[in-house]
């Protein structure tokens, strides 16, 4: 093997070595951006639900705070009831 051979298949090695890392960075940067979405995208769907689950309990407290009202004036009324009839 002479020595323009050599350098000649040197220099393959390398142009093949530069190609396949140029592959390999492609690669991690198309991971990287499918990562970035997959996040965005369940970021979204957290916010969406949480949003879904406060509506929910903000109904839930309403509904507890409307029947515990009514139970307070009930109880109220039965007990100025039996005072009136104590006395």
């Known amino acids: 093997m002479d020595s323009s051979t050599r350098q000649g298949g040197i220099q393959q090695l390398l142009a093949a070595e530069q190609e396949a890392q140029h592959i390999v960075n492609a690669s991690r940067n198309e991971k990287m951006a499918r990562l970035k979405q997959a996040k965005e995208e369940a970021e979204k769907d957290v916010a969406e639900y949480r949003a879904h689950m406060e509506a929910q309990f903000q ?9 515990s009202s009514f139970l307070y004036h009930c109880l109220g009324f039965a007990s100025l009831q039996l005072i009136s009839v104590v006395f």
């Open 59 to 67: 109904r839930k407290v309403v509904e507890v705070n409307t029947k």
